[in-house]
């Protein structure tokens, strides 16, 4: 007998295999869950789903930058009022290796920044170790960066940024069950901030993204 043939038949080979596959299953499973946005019933949410389903177009917002490296691609795995942590959040999920590089989405000032967080985990008291970028756009919108890396950050408070310019890199700080960026936009409005939508630049042109697909960035 051939005795590659042997350790394959092995049962602890073969229980080793079972496991692996049962790894893979629970893993794509929690993926799937978290692509899910139909908890949130609000007026709100309805109208993100449908933005990003094509069946309501908005053509006049901004079209903003993938917020990684040209020619690389990430997979949402958390959209717009997601099931899993996004219940009430306008907000994004780009599964990412710690120390991906972050490039900014849009042009602004950066109006806030903290990277001295250095704990993580699925857990709401790992909330405030999250560390992260706020950055002001002209039009009086702000966008949120999150999860980033431990002194992972290379830009500072009062700095002008440009779209596509490196202002950071992921991790895995903060409220989070695995290494990814959080971006969010907010809008303000009589002295309070909404959340809103945000249409990113694609292959396929400009689109508002869907979660569970993979989207890269094109030069």
């Known amino acids: 007998m ?124 790992y909330r405030q170790f999250g560390n992260n970028i706020i950055i002001n756009h002209s039009d009086g919108t702000r966008a949120g960066y999150w999860h980033l890396q431990h002194n992972g950050i290379v830009v500072n408070v009062g700095d002008t940024v440009q779209q596509g310019q490196l202002i950071g890199y992921s991790g895995n700080t903060g409220y989070t069950a695995f290494p990814h960026l959080h971006f969010i936009v907010w809008k303000s409005e009589a002295g309070n901030w909404r959340q809103i939508g945000t249409r990113f630049l694609t292959r396929k042109g400009a689109k508002y993204l869907r979660p569970f697909k993979k989207y890269k960035r094109p030069a």
């Open 2 to 125: 051939n005795p590659d043939e042997s350790e394959r038949d092995h049962p602890l080979h073969l229980y080793f295999m079972y496991k692996a596959t049962l790894y893979l299953i629970v893993f794509f499973s929690f993926l799937l869950l978290l692509s899910s946005c139909a908890v949130n019933k609000s007026p709100e949410a309805f109208r993100f789903r449908a933005l990003q389903k094509g069946k309501v177009k908005d053509d006049s917002s901004y079209v903003y930058a993938l917020p990684y490296a040209v020619g690389t691609k990430h997979r949402l795995v958390q959209g717009y009022f997601s099931r899993f942590t996004h219940r009430n959040r306008a907000a994004l999920d780009f599964k990412m290796k710690k120390g991906t590089a972050i490039y900014a989405a849009r042009g602004g000032v950066v109006a806030r920044v903290k990277e001295d967080g250095d704990k993580g985990g699925l857990d709401a008291a």
